[in-house]
């Protein structure tokens, strides 16, 4: 049996009006009580799963959640952090400097607020604030605190145009820096350390449980790594092709309560 169920949020755990169905809370709920830990695991900032936490009640003292795509897994209960991989204000002006000679939008994050440097604010930084509900605050370099803690950074465009930002990234940033797309406008650079795969072993290991005992589910590029690792990947429908490829089972959309039907073909039965 599964012990440890990893669930994506975006485009996975969220239909496309980014609610919980009742179809799917009631799966939760039933692998809950079941004895399953079950973890939202996403790229969104921590104060942008807060809500689905208390609405899906994964906020007991043995309840955890991963965000910032594995620079954070914390106890939703104590707010004990598990693990914090952060970038510093040295990266954010290095990475600043390649998003401005490559033309590109940039936007990071502490654990407070959304911070773009673009005087003309991208929508897409608006859309990232909006959706997970993270006020964004427009500073200069000079008004930033230097010691701002930073769990990661965001490269945003348009999707043609970030395919060609990401070719010309140097090779010196991509091997110091965890980088991956977790959709077509969006690339996220982490702690090298960080990844959704890495945070689900290490949460998996304080638990006691195998990785044979682990169950992923996601959408997206930023979910490889977890579906990679776990025992039992799961690529939602609507999942690029490389997740479906790497994943062991294919469920429905989500959209059609996918998730659900994942827990229950493979845990609840």
Do not use: W
């Given at each position: 049996?599964?012990?440890?169920?990893a669930?994506d949020m975006?485009?996975?755990l969220l239909?496309?009006?980014?609610h919980?169905?009742?179809?799917?809370?009631a799966a939760?709920?039933?692998?809950?009580?079941?004895?399953?830990?079950?973890?939202?695991?996403?790229g969104r900032?921590?104060?942008?799963?807060t809500r689905y936490?208390?609405?899906?009640e994964?906020?007991?003292e043995?309840?955890?959640?991963?965000?910032?795509?594995?620079?954070?897994?914390q106890?939703?209960h104590?707010?004990?952090n598990?693990?914090s991989?952060?970038?510093?204000?040295?990266d954010?002006?290095?990475?600043?400097?390649?998003?401005k000679?490559l033309q590109?939008?940039?936007?990071f994050?502490?654990?407070?607020?959304?911070?773009?440097f673009?005087?003309?604010v991208?929508p897409?930084?608006?859309?990232?604030?909006?959706v997970t509900q993270?006020?964004?605050?427009?500073?200069?370099?000079?008004?930033?605190?230097?010691?701002i803690v930073?769990?990661k950074?965001m490269?945003?465009?348009?999707?043609?145009?970030?395919?060609?930002?990401?070719?010309?990234?140097?090779?010196?940033l991509?091997?110091?820096?965890?980088?991956?797309?977790?959709?077509?406008f969006?690339?996220?650079?982490?702690?090298p350390?960080?990844?959704k795969?890495?945070?689900?072993?290490?949460?998996?290991?304080?638990?006691?449980i195998?990785?044979e005992?682990?169950m992923?589910?996601g959408?997206?590029?930023?979910?490889?790594s977890?579906?990679?690792?776990?025992?039992?990947?799961v690529?939602?429908?609507?999942a690029?092709?490389?997740?479906?490829?790497?994943?062991?089972?294919?469920?429905?959309?989500?959209?059609?309560?996918?998730?659900?039907?994942?827990?229950?073909?493979?845990?609840?039965?």
């Amino acid at each position: 049996m599964y012990k440890l169920i990893a669930i994506d949020m975006d485009g996975t755990l969220l239909n496309d009006q980014h609610h919980v169905t009742p179809g799917v809370k009631a799966a939760l709920q039933e692998a809950k009580a079941a004895g399953v830990t079950v973890v939202l695991c996403t790229g969104r900032p921590i104060g942008g799963v807060t809500r689905y936490l208390k609405e899906l009640e994964l906020t007991d003292e043995d309840d955890y959640v991963i965000a910032y795509n594995g620079s954070l897994v914390q106890n939703t209960h104590t707010n004990e952090n598990v693990v914090s991989l952060t970038l510093d204000y040295e990266d954010l002006l290095e990475l600043s400097a390649t998003a401005k000679a490559l033309q590109t939008p940039m936007h990071f994050f502490d654990q407070a607020k959304l911070y773009t440097f673009d005087k003309d604010v991208s929508p897409y930084t608006i859309y990232e604030s909006y959706v997970t509900q993270v006020p964004l605050s427009f500073r200069t370099k000079e008004e930033l605190d230097n010691d701002i803690v930073i769990p990661k950074v965001m490269f945003i465009d348009e999707p043609s145009r970030l395919e060609e930002t990401k070719a010309a990234i140097p090779d010196s940033l991509k091997e110091r820096y965890e980088m991956v797309q977790s959709a077509p406008f969006f690339l996220e650079i982490l702690h090298p350390e960080a990844s959704k795969g890495n945070a689900v072993k290490h949460l998996a290991r304080k638990l006691g449980i195998t990785r044979e005992e682990v169950m992923c589910i996601g959408d997206n590029g930023n979910d490889l790594s977890m579906i990679q690792f776990a025992g039992c990947g799961v690529a939602m429908e609507n999942a690029i092709p490389e997740l479906k490829e790497a994943a062991d089972f294919i469920t429905k959309s989500n959209n059609e309560d996918g998730v659900a039907h994942a827990i229950r073909m493979n845990v609840l039965n």
